[in-house]
Structure formats: structure tokens, C-alpha cells
């Protein structure tokens, strides 16, 4: 006997992040009507997956080393990729994620509930268009969701003012304002100050997460600054520059993330 069931929605999760495709995993695992085909941990990953297995949906993280989100998208340009949900730490990249007609776009942290909303929605166009129909039409409508959703991420986003430290026994809370750029040491990052530096167990891209990007930009896989503790920029071989702060620390900005300081500083860069 023929059922008459719809087929289940297939999902390609791309993330650099171990522990951020874990939670999709988990948010997905409920869902009947979703089914996870693979997952990548580069945009390259991405790009060779989408071609064999041609998922439904992918739940796209923008920013990764070497080929983020919009790089993989342009890569499959021509291909009639498939469905997207952006995701990312970054409210920023809203402007450029209707730009390619994205169904949704989730800021991390989200919640269930905020999982389930966007997929509701990727279920609603995909089944409209025929699970691989073209969208083409649709896109003023994408558009202006993603114009919304942006507004809404400005106005809900509140991003940390201070970090709990725990040091020798205390407990005391330091502004972020003081921090002058943080380094990964495995687990932990160390966080810089004017006076002192600040062990903390807690990944680079957790605490990139907490911090406004307006104010604080990742320029390394293991780097982030405070942008008003930066004196010069001074290039330096294949793309990448050196970044001076005013204290005289010299970091290195990697090209795979020079375009987070040009999102802050212009085009000049």
C-alpha cells in the first residue's frame, strides 16, 4: 500500500564548531519529518557534500576558516543549491543573508524554540516549492522575513558588559570595556587587560558570542581585539597583516577573517 505521508526534509549541518552541531543533532532528533544526511566542518566539506548527497536544507554556519557560509553558497553558484538557515554569532551578516534569499537566520545563542520557528518555516517553503522547486518569486518575501528577523536580532541581542572571574579564591566581575584582546589556550582563553591578564575556562568562540562585534573582532582562529586598543595595521605577507595595539602587543590578522574588522573599520582595509 502507497503512502500518502510527505518524505522527510534532508538536512546538511555545516559548522566548525563540534559542540554547535551537537545541538542541532539534538534539536533535530525529535523532529519526524527532518532527517540529517551529513555533517561538515568546513565550507569545503560542505561544498562536496551538498554535490553527493543534494540535501533538502542546509543549516549553513556563515563564518568558518578558509570558505564561510556565503563562500560555500558562491561556490554552488549556478548549481540551484538548496534551501538555507543561516547560522552565526553575528547579527551583522543579516544584511547579506537576504541578500541570497536565506529562509532564516539563527544567532547563536538560540533556543529550541527559536530552532523549531525557523525550521517550521524552512518546512513551509520547501513543501510550497516542492522540496527543490524553484524559488524564484519568492524572493521579496524572503527578503523582507530576514529585513524583520534583523530588526528583531538589534532589538532582543544584548550583548555581555562583564565576565564573572574567578581568581585565587574570588569571585569579582570585570568590564568588558577593559578588555584589551583575548587569546585561546585550548579550553581556556586568556583575557588581556591594561593591568593583567585573566585565565577563564571558556572557548574563543563562546565568549565572541558574548561580546558586541561593533566593538570586539575575531582576527584570528585563536585572536580577538578590542578595536579601541588598536594603534596600526601594517600589512604583511599573503593577505595578512600585522595588528598593533597601543600597548605594543603585535597580533596577526589572518586573511580568513579579514573581512570581520572590514565589516567594523569600511572598506578600507
Known sequence: ??????????????????LAREKIREMVKRDADVEI?????????????????RPDLLLLDVQMPELGGFEVLQALDGEHP?????????DQYAVRAFEVHA????????D?????????????????????GDSNGAGTQIDRRILDLLEELKAEKRYAERLVVKDAGRVFFLETA???????????INVHTQKKSHLLRET?????????????????????VNITSVRELQPWT????????RNGTSLTLSRNYRENLRNVLGNGL
Request: aromatic share 8%.
Open 204 to 224: 574563543i568562540s563562546g565568549l565572541e558570542a558574548q561580546l558586541d562585534p561593533r566593538k570586539f573582532v575575531r582576527i584570528h582562529r585563536s585572536a580577538i
Open 178 to 188: 577593559e578588555i584589551e584582546w583575548v587569546e585561546a589556550e585550548g579550553n581556556y
Open 238 to 245: 599573503h593577505g595578512e597583516y600585522h595588528v598593533i595595539l
Open 112 to 132: 529550541r524554540e527559536r530552532f523549531e520557528t525557523a525550521m517550521g518555516r524552512a518546512k513551509a517553503h520547501l513543501r510550497a516549492q516542492g522540496r527543490g
Open 1 to 18: 500500500m502507497t503512502s500518502d505521508a510527505p518524505s522527510r526534509i534532508r538536512v546538511l549541518v555545516v559548522d566548525d564548531e563540534p
Open 37 to 53: 544526511v551529513g555533517e561538515c566542518s568546513s565550507g569545503a566539506e560542505a561544498v562536496a557534500a551538498v554535490r553527493e548527497t
Open 103 to 110: 529562509l532564516d537566520y539563527l544567532l547563536k545563542p538560540f
Open 82 to 90: 538548496p534551501a538555507v538557515i543561516f547560522v552565526t554569532a553575528y
